[in-house]
């Protein structure tokens, strides 16, 4: 097609972008022919022109529709380019967290750096048995294909599995061996544990941390995983490649050693490591360059740990580990020699250096010659040896060789043991290899170790294009189609470059021998021998010691530097002479095949002559042994059929779920993904079936078109559409396009759809514009009736109002006239008023001031004559002070002279000291006086300013005070005209007050004689309320033991449940255990008859089951003869094995017995109750069976009494009623109690009457027994009746009457004196419960009173209103719930009448089968009693329900009643069950005949051969079900007939006298029901088998109607189909295969509640397999298959309702499934879908809603992807489950099985054995 048509506008294509390395953009202009530029848009809005080379006319590549990104399969694009796989990897990657993608052939798998729940054992179910392309994109896939292959085409097979560092290859080779491991259905498990365990084991010794991976693989490995003829694990073999023995003394920063170290260094303080001297990673030198000796989220401590575990169970024992590591401690102190520089060519070690002497100890060799070695080596020439020292570097180097050196023996060694272990002696018939190889690698220095890796890659992507090749034009050939040569890279030129004849590692290895041979003469010679006969070999312009490769992915510079000592590989041999001299084991077998070489090479020089030097030219160097080991890899992978895995690592910063395309692109064309495009982009990269193609296009075809042959209706559309017939090829089977022809179909099947709904939508348009103006003329017709009628009405009342307005305003004006005159009026009169009130109140005020004035002036003038006389006063005392001061002067002179003279001292002296002791006394105490008053005062000063506080205070109050009464003295006057108003208003109260009483009075006589009314009624609500209450309460205790009774069963039922699954999972571990026993055993017997040819088997050997339980038993003499056959067998067998077993099935039996008697403990309690209550049954049997005939008169009298009760209660409730309750003493009281009286006389009677008649019983019963046994003997003597209890009693009773009338008097007394107790003890219980009822009603009557009187007194409160209101609210809620509780009580007591009146017809049938049975035995023994001599028994023969045979017989009964059976004829012809019938019958004649051993023998040969018929026809479910039905039958006669109480309810008289008599055979019912769960087990396993292949074929594959939506266009090539188009499997299908096995099992007899545990599993199993496989397969999660689940949920559902099934609970389990479905149809855009969703799917795990939302996915153009942020939320709602549920649901769950009793109604007498069977040695009796 022209390129005009496709890159038209709004086409999108892909541009070169530096960062994103492609980006999408959109025409935005058509393109024609000759333009030289695009005119885009980017998806930012950005415009760009694209620019066009003319000479090349190279566009873009163009875009693929939103359809067809996030396929499973790159090669289904329609766009097969770079941009496109790019673009589909990160839809898958990011949106929808999918790692896995195939692209034709390959697996990429890109490394999410996040653990994801997809390698569980559930997922691996999933996986298993299914084709490649029908799931999603998995590493399991890819096993399953290669697993299936091998089985199919007996042909080896290989998985390579490739990428570079941290892209996951470990894990994706390890999960590949765990799949093996699980679907590989091996009997010995521990074969699939060894193969899994050697991972760890590798991880730990070849795995270290890089710079891109925290668990680097550090070598290759290729593991052969055999298989044999079962296609079961045997074995394996594992071949490594290339260890980099360089990490051992070296890392780089931020890089670690190999894991076994550190896991060495944490585990140092375990005392079996203390020998070693460890310490911290950090002390090490070999351990702490790379600076970083921690993983995050590692524990080393527990690697180890698991590394420990690892080699036990690959048989390596304790020592030999701790040798290994005790190697691996020694080359940590090896790594801490510290060698000292003596001079430029010396060096020496110290003597003293700890980790020298520790090395040494560790190895066992001497310290000093160590030590002299490290430092110095030999020189040997033809004559003499010289020893030469060595400088500190090359000392270094010496010591790190030799350190690598015990390293890289140690890991082969350890390899070879694994082998060892591994190995098997069985055939291997095929085999699995998993290559886990390093990927291409270029860094900015590279050296030997990249040059061979990608050396290895190149030899590996030549043998993947090869295949690639291969595979397309086998397909092509098969279909038949013309094709051309596909051209695609060849890299052999690159291969000889290497490997050929003076090629790289040939020059190489040709330098090592020179002597003076280094890495720059090495460099020359590749110069002047490749550079100009090679182009893929190339110089750098600026290096004379490197060389340029042109590999297929990348051109590679490498440095010559140290390519030469990495190949040589060279070690100091005196080194290893003193290694060899060690003492120690494991050390010595290190170089014991340096050994060998030596010695092989010593015997071929002494061959030819030559010299001891030629040791050395014959050594392989490290190239040439790679050389070597990659030609043998490929050779064993040219002849196995091999699958590629292919893992990308998405980016360097470890981020989970981010991609770097950069660095994606890079990784997509070295590991040849982008080859594989390119080749299948060059020939016909879509392939469509017919069907599938006229499907999709149906569309672009008219109806004429449309032929009966489809393929010829494919080619004519074809040839109409696609003018080129390049485009497409016509196959035999499909139709092959070339790349972009299906995008071009889609865009005309997208335009024919658009145009269809243009036309749709113009139509439906049209029709709606025209209903819409339809509906708008009648709308507007219907108005303007409406509206004209409307204003007609409103014209009328607009009138109606204009009459009624006037009127109003005439009245209105009138009575505003008034009103303002009024107003005006009244106004004018409150005028006058107050000013009258002003004028008076102002004369007032100035007579007041007046009179104020007065007083003022009254008191101003006494102030000023008060002043006038202070002021006198004082001045009048000052003149009299200065007089008399005057006069004290002059006195004070006259004594001055006076006391100058002598004697006036003397008599001032005179007594001095006296009064200065006195004074001196006096101070003292005027000072003591001035402290106490000085405290005094302060104290007095305090209260004085407290005081003053306080009156200043009282002063600031006083003066408001006295504004408070200035202001209230201007309001006096207006209080006093108040004053004079408000005694007006008092006299006008008290009047009305005085009127008020009078009424209270009155109403508080009202009041009393209402309250007493009320009391009257309370008294009698109150006598009501204590019947209903005593009622209430008797029901409640009812209701409340129901409860409890109730949750005790669901408690114990629950309990059951648990204990019985958790027995059924131990009872099928111990039955898969027993089956493999049996099998060795068969093993065992039939290599012993090989040897003994004499030897015989017996048919006496029997299960383990079996024989263990005829030990429980008792054993037999047969049984103990074969034991001792069996011990003279097994005496030449593997006894581990045998004694294994035997361990293991003691531990299981001792758990089983464990739990039995747990079940047992159980079951007794649960028959102890059931004793219990059937005792209490027989003591009130009598009774019943004798008062049936009167219950219905008692009946009646109860009616009567309930009447009249019913009467006396509506007398009660209606307080106007004439029957009134009578009062004691009254005429109808004495009534009442005289009916009373006489129903107690009549019930002691009838009780009387009942024992007279029991007695009567009692004595007839002994008779009849007395005669019966006199009858058969000849003797009278009584004594020998053995039913008698006690003989000597017996023989003294009827030696004083030998009659037995006494004897028969005196038990007839005692059981009368039994029952009669038994009826005493029952009247003081009902009488104690009684008076317990009463002092509880009397209680609650006590409260209700209380609460009445609380309410009473409330109401007196109220208004009597409201109290009336209140009074009949109470009454109405207490009437209400009166009401209520009488009708439950009815329906309850209508509920026990119904059932007492079944039990009363029941009891009834039986007294009359009794009586009738008494009155034939009365006939009897009257017929019998004259006639005693003649000894006739009966009249007819009469069957017992036996079947005899012989002794011995039990194998050919059971060989043809079980092993030679065939279930049809007797589920047709003959009564369901006839086998189980017949075996019972027998056993009841072996426990007739008292014989133990034919009991044991008969069961015990029965479980044998059942359970050999089922093993032999495990997978026939008609055989299963069919002895799973007779099984059950079987328990259910041992049951049955057993003579236990609890399964004889339902017999009959007859079944009752057939139970066994002689032997209990309960343990023999517990087998039974195991054999039953066993069976039922297989019965699910083998309907899961039939079912397994429908399921997902019907439920998720088939259209019942083809094309609703579309189907989504893939060109997904299939490996292989499920189900071809003519073999298409519906759901009719399996609905009827559903109803084959109702129908067969129906047929069989199985238990209804069997059966309906069978529909369930089944309904489950179809839920769970569904649901798993909408998880795994994105092409199903679409809007249209959910609606397509839907419709086959609910046939399913009809299917359940037609055959009554509704209630198993099928139902239920399609729960998750109707979940999932209605989550793929209902909206999932906002955020209040998203709560929804939350809340309709509740039977879904958080995990599968997230799944189903992320692979929705669209399968037309008009749907939309679920969003992410939509994703998000759910994510978020749901966190607060809380679930840690599994993804996948769990696919082998088997619900816990009950076997509930169901008693036979078959009459054992009325069973014939049909003659078909051939069973005529048996005898009726």
């Known amino acids: 097609m022209a390129a005009s048509e496709l890159y038209s506008r709004y086409a999108r294509v892909w541009l070169p972008d530096a960062a994103e390395v492609w980006k999408s953009a959109e025409l935005i202009k058509d393109y024609t022919a000759g333009d030289l530029t695009l005119a885009l848009q980017l998806e930012d809005g950005t415009e760009v022109e694209y620019k066009i080379d003319p000479r090349t006319n190279d566009l873009p590549p163009l875009r693929n529709p939103n359809l067809l990104v996030g396929e499973n399969d790159l090669t289904s694009l329609s766009y097969l380019h770079e941009p496109a796989v790019l673009h589909n990897l990160k839809v898958r990657f990011i949106d929808s967290k999918l790692i896995y993608t195939y692209c034709g052939i390959v697996l990429v798998a890109i490394n999410p750096y996040e653990s994801l729940p997809i390698y569980e054992a559930d997922i691996i179910n999933a996986y298993n048995g299914q084709n490649m392309g029908d799931m999603d994109p998995h590493i399991f896939a890819v096993a399953e294909e290669a697993y299936k292959q091998m089985a199919r085409d007996e042909r080896n097979q290989s998985i390579i599995v490739s990428g570079e560092s941290g892209a996951g290859k470990t894990v994706s080779a390890k999960y590949a061996m765990r799949y093996f491991a699980t679907v590989s259905s091996s009997g010995d498990t521990s074969v699939e544990d060894r193969v899994l365990a050697s991972s760890p084991i590798m991880e730990a010794l070849g795995n270290a941390k890089t710079t891109r991976n925290d668990n680097s693989s550090r070598f290759g490995k290729y593991i052969e995983i055999g298989f044999d003829k079962k296609h079961c694990i045997i074995g394996a073999n594992m071949r490594t490649y290339l260890l980099e023995k360089s990490r051992v003394v070296f890392q780089a920063c931020g890089e670690r050693n190999y894991h076994i170290f550190y896991q060495l260094c944490a585990s140092s303080h375990l005392p079996e490591f203390k020998a ?479 145009m269809a709904c243009v036309s749709i939508q113009k139509t439906i348009r049209c029709w709606l514009a025209r209903k819409k103006y339809l509906r708008m003329k009648a709308s507007a017709i219907t108005i303007q009736r409406y509206v004209r009628g409307h204003q007609a009405r409103c014209y009328v009342q607009g009138l109606r109002r204009t009459r009624a307005a006037i009127v109003i305003q005439r009245n209105v004006r009138m009575w505003v006239n008034r009103r303002h005159y009024q107003q005006q009026r009244l106004a004018a009169i409150t005028i006058q008023c107050f000013l009258r009130a002003y004028m008076a109140r102002k004369q007032y005020y100035k007579l007041m001031f007046e009179q104020k004035a007065v007083v003022i002036q009254k008191w101003v003038k006494g102030w000023l004559a008060r002043q006038h006389y202070k002021r006198t006063m004082a001045a009048i005392v000052l003149l009299q002070s200065c007089v008399r001061r005057m006069q004290a002067k002059k006195e004070f002179k006259k004594l001055k002279v006076e006391a100058r003279s002598v004697e006036h001292f003397k008599k001032l002296n005179y007594g001095m000291e006296n009064k200065i002791m006195q004074l001196q006394h006096k101070i003292n105490d005027q000072q003591k006086g001035n402290k106490e008053l000085r405290e005094r005062l302060s104290v007095v000063e305090k209260t004085q300013s407290i005081e003053r506080e306080r009156h200043s205070r009282e002063i600031e109050n006083l003066r408001r005070s006295e504004q408070k009464v200035r202001a209230q003295a201007e309001t006096l006057p207006s209080l006093l005209e108040q004053l004079s108003f408000l005694q007006h208003e008092l006299e006008n109260t008290r009047r009305e007050k005085e009127d008020l009483e009078e009424q209270t009075k009155v109403y508080k006589e009202q009041t009393q004689q209402v309250i007493e009314e009320l009391n009257m009624k309370n008294s009698l609500l109150n006598s009501e309320k204590d019947e209903v209450n005593t009622l209430f309460v008797e029901q409640a205790q009812k209701i409340t033991e129901i409860t409890t009774n109730v949750e005790n069963t669901k408690q114990m039922e629950k309990d059951l449940t648990e204990e019985r699954s958790r027995y059924q999972g131990l009872l099928s571990e111990h039955l898969h255990l027993e089956e493999r026993h049996k099998d060795l055993k068969e093993k065992m017997d039939l290599s012993v008859s090989s040897s003994k040819l004499g030897h015989k088997k017996t048919d006496s050997n029997y299960s383990s089951n079996s024989s263990e339980f005829s030990l429980s038993v008792g054993s037999t003499e047969g049984e103990d003869s074969s034991s001792q056959k069996e011990d003279e067998t097994e005496a030449k067998v593997d006894l581990p094995v045998l004694l294994k077993l035997q361990r293991r099935v003691k531990e299981l039996e001792q758990e089983k017995q464990s739990l039995w008697q747990q079940l047992d403990k159980r079951e007794e309690a649960k028959q102890e109750k059931a004793k219990e209550v059937e005792e209490q049954r027989t003591v009130g049997r009598t009774e019943l069976d004798l008062e049936t005939l009167k219950r219905q008169e008692l009946e009646s009298d109860n009616k009567k009494l309930k009447q009249d009760l019913n009467k006396l209660r509506k007398s009660l409730t209606n307080e106007n009623s004439e029957l009134m309750p009578p009062d004691p003493g009254t005429r109808p009281y004495e009534v009442l109690m005289e009916q009373l009286t006489s129903s107690n006389e009549e019930l002691e009677m009838r009780k009387e009457e009942v024992l007279l008649l029991r007695s009567h019983m009692v004595r007839q019963e002994a008779l009849k027994h007395k005669d019966s046994l006199l009858g058969e003997s000849v003797k009278l003597d009584l004594s020998e009746i053995p039913s008698f209890q006690d003989i000597d009693r017996s023989l003294d009773i009827h030696t004083l009457n030998e009659d037995g009338e006494l004897w ?226 079987l328990l259910h006669c041992l049951k049955q007939y057993s003579g236990d109480e609890v399964f004889m309810t339902h017999n009959t008289a007859k079944q009752n006298e057939q139970c066994l008599s002689n032997f209990e055979l309960s343990e023999y019912q517990q087998v039974f029901g195991d054999l039953a769960i066993q069976i039922y087990c297989q019965l699910i396993k083998s309907m899961e088998n039939v079912m397994q292949p429908l399921i997902v074929a019907s439920m998720l594959e088939h259209e019942t109607i083809q094309g609703v939506l579309g189907s989504k266009p893939t060109g997904l090539r299939k490996r292989s189909t499920s189900f071809p188009e003519e073999e298409a499997v519906t759901v009719e299908v399996l609905l009827q295969r559903l109803g084959l096995f109702h129908t067969t099992m129906s047929q069989h007899g199985m238990d209804p509640d069997l059966i309906k545990q069978v529909v369930k599993q089944q309904f489950y199993i179809i839920c769970a397999v569904t649901v798993n496989h909408l998880l795994l397969r994105k092409e199903m999660c679409s809007w249209s298959k959910g609606l397509q689940i839907r419709y086959n949920i609910w046939q399913l559902e009809e299917w359940l309702a037609e055959r009554e099934l509704s209630d198993c609970g099928a139902k239920e389990t399609l729960e998750p499934l109707v979940q999932a479905a209605q989550l793929l149809q209902i909206k999932k855009k906002t955020e209040e879908d998203a709560q929804a969703i939350c809340s309709m799917c509740t039977a879904l795990t958080t995990a599968q809603i997230l799944k189903v939302l992320t692979l929705y996915t669209p399968v037309i153009e008009f749907e939309e992807r679920v969003p992410t942020a939509f994703i998000t939320t759910i994510k978020n709602i749901l966190k607060d489950r809380g679930e840690s549920a599994p993804l996948m649901m769990d696919g082998n769950k088997i619900f816990s099985v009950t076997l509930p009793f169901t008693p036979s109604t078959v009459a054992l007498e009325t069973i014939q054995v049909p003659a078909s069977l051939n069973l005529s040695f048996l005898t009726r009796i």
């Not at 055939?427 to 220095?445: A, N, P, R």
């Not at 050779?635 to 699958?643: F, G």
């Not at 086998?1475 to 009991?1495: E, G, H, K, S, T």
Request: charged share 30%; hydrophobic share 35%.
């Open 276 to 754: 070693f001297k460890l310490g911290c990673a950090d002390d090490f030198h070999c351990t702490n360059q790379g600076q970083s000796p921690v993983i995050d989220g590692v524990d080393d401590a527990k690697e180890m740990r698991s590394t420990r575990k690892a080699f036990s169970l690959l048989g390596i024992s304790e020592s030999d580990q701790m040798e290994i590591y005790q190697i691996m401690a020694s080359i940590l102190h090896l790594s801490n020699v510290e060698i000292k520089d003596q001079s430029a060519d010396r060096s020496s070690i110290s003597p003293d250096n700890v980790h020298l002497m520790v090395f040494c100890e560790l190895m066992g060799v001497p310290c000093e010659e160590m030590a002299h070695w490290l430092c110095h080596r030999t020189l040997k020439t033809t004559t003499e040896t010289y020893v030469k020292s060595f400088s500190k570097v090359n000392a270094v180097n010496g010591r790190d060789a030799l350190a690598k050196h015990i390293y890289a023996k140690l890991f082969s060694l350890i390899v070879g043991s694994i082998n060892s272990a591994l190995k098997t002696a069985a055939k291997q018939h095929s085999f699995i290899g998993v290559l886990d190889i390093y990927g291409f690698e270029t860094f900015d220095v590279n050296s030997f170790e990249q040059f061979c890796i990608n050396y290895a890659n190149e030899k590996l992507q030549q043998q993947f294009n090869l295949h690639v090749f291969k595979l397309e034009q086998e397909e092509y050939m098969k279909e038949e189609i013309s094709w051309t040569l596909i051209d695609f890279y060849d890299n052999q030129p690159c291969i000889d470059l290497i490997e050929a004849k003076l090629g790289v590692l040939d020059l190489l290895d040709e330098e090592c021998k020179m002597p003076k041979g280094s890495d720059d003469t090495w460099a020359q010679k590749l110069y002047n021998t490749l550079l100009k006969q090679n182009i893929h070999f190339d110089k750098p312009r600026l290096s004379n010691r490197a060389f340029i490769i042109h590999h297929f992915a990348d051109k590679v510079e490498y440095q010559c530097e140290g390519f030469l000592e990495k190949n040589k590989d060279t070690v100091n041999e005196e080194q290893i002479n003193v290694l060899k001299k060690s003492q120690f084991n494991l050390l010595l077998k290190l170089f014991e095949e340096d050994e060998k070489a030596k010695g092989s090479t010593k015997k071929r020089a002494g061959v030819t002559g030559r010299a001891g030097p030629s040791q050395k030219d014959n050594k392989k160097t490290v190239g040439l042994q790679f050389r070597q080991s990659l030609h043998l890899l490929m050779d064993t992978l040219n002849a196995t059929s091999p699958h590629y895995v292919r893992c990308i690592k998405p980016n360097d910063d470890k981020s989970p779920f981010t991609l770097d395309p950069v660095r994606a692109v890079q990784q997509l064309r070295a590991c040849g993904v982008l080859e594989t495009i390119r080749i299948s982009a060059t020939g016909f990269p879509s392939r469509w079936t017919y069907q599938e193609f006229f499907r999709r296009y149906r569309v672009l075809m008219k109806q004429k078109d449309v032929l009966s042959d489809r393929k010829q209706t494919c080619k004519n559309l074809l040839e109409k559409l696609v003018k080129d017939q390049d485009k497409y090829q016509f196959g035999k089977n499909k139709i092959f396009f070339r790349a972009g022809q299906v995008a071009y179909l889609e865009k005309l099947r997208s335009d024919k759809l658009r």
């Open 1304 to 1529: 028969l008097a005196y038990e007839g007394l005692k059981e009368t004196n039994t029952f009669l107790e038994s009826q005493m003890q029952e009247m003081e219980r009902v009488h104690s419960d009684k008076c317990q009822s009463l002092l509880e009603e009397v209680n609650k009557l006590k409260a209700e009173k209380e609460q009445q009187q609380k309410l009473l007194a409330q109401s007196l409160l109220l208004p009597e209103d409201a109290r009336i209101d209140a009074s009949l609210k109470h009454e109405i809620i207490r009437l209400t719930n009166d009401n209520l509780e009488n009708m439950d009580r009815q329906e309850k007591q209508d509920k026990i009448i119904r059932k007492l009146k079944k039990q009363l017809k029941f009891y009834m049938k039986k007294v009359g089968d009794f009586e009738a049975n008494t009155q034939q035995m009365v006939d009897a023994a009257a017929m019998n009693a004259p006639m005693r001599a003649v000894h006739i028994t009966r009249k007819e023969k009469e069957y017992q329900g036996m079947l005899k045979y012989t002794e011995g017989e039990e194998n050919r009964l059971l060989k043809n009643l079980v092993t030679d059976l065939k279930p049809r004829g007797v589920a047709v012809s003959l009564i369901p069950g006839l086998p189980a019938y017949i075996i019972f019958m027998c056993l009841r004649y072996a426990d007739n005949v008292n014989n133990d051993r034919r009991v044991s023998n008969l069961l015990n040969s029965t479980i044998s051969s059942i359970k050999g018929v089922i093993k032999r026809r495990a997978g026939d479910f008609e055989v299963v079900s069919f002895w799973l039905a007779n099984s059950c039958r």
